[in-house]
């Protein structure tokens, strides 16, 4: 186990070091300018946790937040330890990506038994914790802020899908590399960003939430 945590760790540090760097270049020769924002390496929250269980989801998200409280949830540093909730407390973003957790895998392991959504959203949040360190994320745009590319992209969505299609292929092998159960893609226009085959992407089971 130990020898499989090590080698994700390692191929992820690659693989995100490759990718930043080829970001900043890419939008600091489109801008103009030099890109300062955080480049946050997202994926398995806790691989120990992750690798001991059979159901695995990993929620893709549109990209970070700007604030230093919300990008510390996001990299999930703070959380290892199961200490630090104030960071993330009461945010809807986290506590509904949560509940959601929550509710997908008690579909799969309950015997197809879903929790109310009312009981999810006020459990308590050490439970939230514990379904929040059992999968993984991917921001497809993962530098904060507002990085706009070119003239003609202010608008969020034609944003953030630039980054899917020009980072395809780093996408895919973050993907791979997590080696998830099921991608979970969350928010309007993600359908947007993908080519789906039978609703897999990149040969991995997917929906829409």
């Not at 020769?29 to 890109?35: A, K, L």
């Not at 159960?181 to 992407?201: H, P, Q, T, Y």
């Amino acid at each position: 186990m130990n020898t499989i945590i090590q080698c994700y760790r390692e191929q992820r540090e690659k693989l995100m070091n490759k990718w930043e760097k080829e970001c900043r270049d890419w939008l600091e020769h489109e801008n103009g300018e030099q890109i300062t924002a955080t480049f946050f390496k997202d994926g398995i929250i806790d691989p120990d946790v992750w690798y001991q269980n059979e159901f695995r989801p990993l929620f893709i998200l549109k990209e970070v937040h700007d604030t230093a409280q919300e990008n510390r949830c996001i990299d999930f540093v703070a959380m290892q330890n199961g200490k630090d909730y104030d960071i993330w407390e009461g945010r809807g973003m986290w506590r509904a990506l949560g509940s959601l957790a929550q509710g997908i895998i008690s579909s799969m392991e309950l015997a197809g038994k879903v929790l109310p959504y009312e009981m999810l959203y006020q459990a308590d949040l050490s439970e939230y914790h514990k379904a929040l360190r059992r999968i993984a994320i991917i921001n497809i745009k993962k530098l904060s802020g507002g990085n706009r590319v070119g003239s003609d992209t202010s608008i969020q969505t034609k944003h953030f899908t630039c980054h899917a299609c020009k980072f395809k292929e780093y996408l895919q092998s973050q993907i791979n590399l997590i080696d998830p159960s099921i991608i979970v893609c969350c928010g309007a226009d993600m359908k947007s960003c993908f080519e789906l085959r039978d609703n897999r992407l990149f040969g991995f089971p997917v929906v829409f939430g």
